[in-house]
Structure formats: structure tokens, C-alpha cells
Antibody, heavy 118, light 110 residues
């Protein structure tokens, strides 16, 4: 059974930093890219960042809204994916989901809530 | 980026048919593959995959859900609507990177 468990969310002040983690299990983690999708309160779904597998040289993508502030990374030995978020803004407040991009997103974690507020 | 447009809300009666549409700003089809997918999200829950590649039912999804369409116009149909189907539905394309989502259609009871 595929499981994705996010952690690391919380309350942070503007311009602060937070690092999200996602523990994956139940599939061949090394062979798949991983994505972070966020959902602001009452809003829709937005892809924040993704990282490909080693086969594709760990290529990364970032949404324009988070470019130069967020960094996605992965540890294949631990089946973990991370999202380092720096210089956070109030508009980054959202539920952040870890997902597996197989063209479609078949599996989602429960999400971890990030609140950016002074 | 490909923009996906959905109506914000749809009111339907239990036992009736619900038709939710999604229009893409450009074609999301390649050859015989229609790279549009559908999700259901209930309050407080993560999205759940319903339909992949426009018309393929995801594992465990009831047969009252179906999908159709090609090119730029796609439809998710629920027939008949049950109380458990009240949720927000999102379309998503994977024709081009980055994958993008529609704004969601909230299915409401009439």
C-alpha cells in the first residue's frame, strides 16, 4: 500500500523558514519523481515543486511564485522528499501535499499545514 | 502554462445526473491519449483520483462516475448522484509541463 506522510508544517512569521518532509513507502521510490502541491484556505490546487528520479538527473521544477525561495530535494536511501521554504510570505499559507506524479496524481498524503503570519 | 477552466458550482438533485465540464486553453490530447484527469475532494480530505486519461476509472471508484472528451473539452459525469458525492471536483492536465489544475467545481444539492 502506498503511503505518503507529510510533516514539518506550523506557524511561522513572514520572512521565516520552514522545512517540510514527506516519508514515502509502498512503491519503488527511487524510480519515480515526487511533487509538492499546495492548497490555500478555500482555494484550489497548485503545483509548487517537483523533482525527478535519479534516472532524470533529479531535475527540478518550481512554480514562479516560489522560485528562488523554495528548494525541493530527496533522499532515495530514506525514501524521503523535502521542501525547504525560505523567505516565507503570507500568501504561502496553505496545506501542502506530497504526491507522486505519474502523469496523474494517484496518491496523496494527508497534508501538512503551513501558516505564515505575524 | 495550460489553463483549465471549470464552472465554480453545480447544483444537482440526488438520483439525477451531474455533468461537470473542464475546458483547456489548448489541446491536451496526444494521438489517442487524452491527458486529462479528474479528482474528488471532500472537506478536510486530500484529493482522490477518480478518472485518468479522460475516461479510465481509477481503482475502487464506483461505476456511476465516468469521463469523456478530447482536445480541449472534457466532462466528468456522475449518474446517479448520491449524497456521498457532494464534494469539489478538479480537472488536471498532464499534456504539458507543468501539470495544471482547474479551479474546481463544487457540487451542491438542489
Amino acid at each position: 500500500e502506498v503511503q505518503l506522510v507529510e510533516s514539518g508544517g506550523g506557524l511561522v512569521q513572514p520572512k521565516g523558514s520552514l522545512k517540510l518532509s514527506c516519508a514515502a513507502s509502498g512503491f519503488d521510490f527511487n524510480s519515480y519523481g515526487m511533487s509538492w502541491v499546495r492548497q490555500a484556505p478555500g482555494k484550489g490546487l497548485d503545483l509548487v515543486a517537483d523533482i525527478s528520479s535519479k534516472s532524470y538527473n533529479y531535475a527540478t521544477y518550481y512554480a514562479d511564485s516560489v522560485k528562488d525561495r523554495f528548494t525541493i530535494s530527496r533522499d532515495d536511501s530514506q525514501s524521503m522528499v523535502y521542501l525547504q521554504m525560505d523567505n516565507l510570505k503570507t500568501e504561502d499559507t496553505a496545506l501542502y501535499y506530497c504526491t507522486v506524479p505519474w502523469g496523474w496524481f494517484a496518491y496523496w498524503g494527508q497534508g501538512t499545514l503551513v501558516t505564515v503570519s505575524s | 502554462d495550460i489553463v483549465l477552466t471549470q464552472s465554480p458550482a453545480l447544483a444537482v438533485s440526488l438520483g439525477q445526473r451531474a455533468t461537470i465540464s473542464c475546458r483547456a486553453s489548448q489541446s491536451v490530447s496526444i494521438s489517442r491519449y487524452n491527458l486529462m484527469h479528474w479528482y474528488q475532494q471532500k472537506p478536510g480530505q486530500q484529493p482522490k483520483l477518480l478518472i485518468y486519461r479522460a475516461s479510465n476509472l481509477a481503482s475502487g471508484i464506483p461505476a456511476r462516475f465516468s469521463g469523456s472528451g478530447s482536445g480541449t473539452d472534457f466532462t466528468l459525469t456522475i449518474n446517479p448522484v448520491q449524497a456521498d458525492d457532494i464534494a469539489t471536483y478538479y480537472c488536471q492536465q498532464s499534456r504539458e509541463s507543468p501539470p495544471t489544475f482547474g479551479g474546481g467545481t463544487k457540487l451542491e444539492l438542489k
